[in-house]
């Protein structure tokens, strides 16, 4: 019988990772540059010593000096700007110029520091196990929330958000000593698949994947002085990053931009940024445009936290091709279905979401893209775990109702996002194992080996 090559991928490939050259790490919109240089923003994980010191270096030194300090001020821009850049469309563009706006502050002290990004999505199952915290600390000590381990140990910031008063970094993690799980990147991939509305998906991105990491740290980071706290910068370059992403899925995206802003005037590109009259959105809407001038690297071959021992590579592995297009959305799946275990494609016909529309939706195009974002983002980077229970995707815990309160957010939207990504990730979780129960590969070989793509290779 003849097997479709994408069922034989998902049954036993090779697990092989790649790096992307310079050249090839570009997107369609950031290759015709303005840019005398172009700064790459890696993800923490992929600063050497080196760079982790001259970062932390930097930011030390913003905060140097009689106060309120230069890194006082910055948390200050952002409590005043508040109103307008949280759930109203600026919440992107505000915070892509801001974070600039502090990269560039911290390169007048060292030339050579480039602002890194926290991918916690690869830590979704226990954030708190991250390596970052390492460095920044972790979780408050009892009673005064006071950091003492970490860089930031000493760390004294002004602004709180009614007022000053000076005080320690304060971290209250949501579950004790520990974080409890949030979005993984397959709800991340599937919020910027399902939709080319902006307002569609930035309302997502920043009530639940944004909030959780705010809520669930606690502390500064748990209302508008969120700054105050330097995890801040790595969460909301990652945010940026996604922003970038999706941005990059296609010509509509490129430019899109809209919603309701806080005067209740509809978005448009020509608006001036809260706090930064100079500035307008669609100055910040591409990368290369003068006053940017960066670019993410590829963290998809990045290890994240609960990843149990690699599998080996076999001497014949051959690494993946170059980047491919988008996954079509033309009905063609009906090659795909035939060599799946038929307990499979009943499980993936009965998965509905929090609306009773099917989420895998057999025959349909959205099927062939769900297979893709099982295959190439269910695979945690090559590494293998020990066994299915370790890759299981975890359900985040439902966002602080007194954190949603505070930001404004809509209860009743939140909490159903929280039901479709718990839908969602019940699918995954019950369809990855329906398939590595039913195949058989090769003997001598693993089960099952994995190919994985980056991510970026689907924009």
Not at 36 to 51: A, P, T
Request: charge should be neutral.
């Amino acid at each position: 019988m003849k097997i479709s090559l994408f069922a034989a991928a998902l049954t036993c490939l090779v697990a092989v990772g790649t790096t992307q050259s310079p050249k090839g790490n570009h997107y369609p919109h950031e290759r015709s540059s303005h840019c005398k240089r172009i700064h790459q923003r890696k993800e923490w994980r992929q600063l050497d010593n080196g760079e982790i010191n001259r970062y932390v270096n930097a930011v030390r030194k913003l905060n140097e000096g009689p106060r309120p300090t230069k890194y006082d001020n910055f948390v200050k821009l952002h409590l005043d700007g508040a109103d307008a850049a949280h759930t109203h469309p600026v919440f992107f563009p505000f915070h892509r110029q801001f974070l600039r706006a502090f990269e560039v502050e911290l390169q007048a002290i060292d030339p050579s520091v480039t602002l890194p990004y926290w991918d916690w999505s690869i830590d979704s199952r226990r954030p708190s196990d991250s390596p970052v915290w390492s460095t920044f600390g972790h979780n408050g000590v009892p009673d005064t929330h006071c950091v003492s381990d970490g860089v930031f140990a000493q760390w004294t910031v002004l602004n709180e958000m009614n007022g000053t008063r000076l005080h320690c970094l304060n971290r209250d993690w949501n579950d004790n000593t520990f974080l409890g799980p949030i979005f993984p990147p397959e709800y991340l991939e599937q919020t910027a698949r399902d939709t080319d509305d902006y307002a569609v998906w930035w309302n997502t991105i920043e009530r639940a994947p944004h909030g959780i990491v705010h809520a669930f740290i606690g502390g500064d980071m748990f209302d508008m002085a969120s700054p105050n706290d330097p995890i801040f910068w790595l969460h909301h370059a990652f945010l940026d990053k996604l922003w970038f992403e999706w941005q990059s899925k296609n010509s509509a995206t490129r430019w899109a931009y809209n919603g309701t802003n806080l005067d209740g005037t509809q978005a448009r590109l020509n608006d001036t940024l809260p706090q930064y009259p100079n500035v307008r959105v669609r100055d910040v809407m591409l990368l290369n445009n003068p006053q940017l001038c960066y670019r993410y690297s590829d963290s998809s071959m990045v290890q994240g936290t609960g990843i149990a021992t690699s599998v080996p590579v076999p001497s014949n592995a051959t690494a993946p091709g170059p980047r491919r297009a988008p996954p079509s959305r033309r009905d063609d799946t009906a090659s795909l279905t035939q060599d799946l275990p038929s307990a499979a494609v009943d499980q993936a016909d009965k998965a509905t979401d929090t609306n009773g529309r099917p989420i895998f939706a057999i025959g349909g195009a959205n099927y062939r893209q769900h297979w893709d974002i099982l295959y190439h983002n269910f695979t945690d980077r090559q590494q293998m775990p020990s066994n299915l229970a370790s890759r299981s995707l975890q359900v985040p815990s439902p966002i602080p109702k007194e954190y949603l309160e505070r930001m404004n957010y809509d209860l009743p939207s939140v909490r159903k996002m929280e039901a479709d990504a718990a839908t969602l990730i019940h699918a995954y979780n019950d369809l990855y194992a329906q398939v590595t129960n039913n195949y058989n590969c090769p003997s001598g070989a693993s089960k099952p080996y994995i190919s994985k793509t980056p991510l970026q290779a689907w924009y």
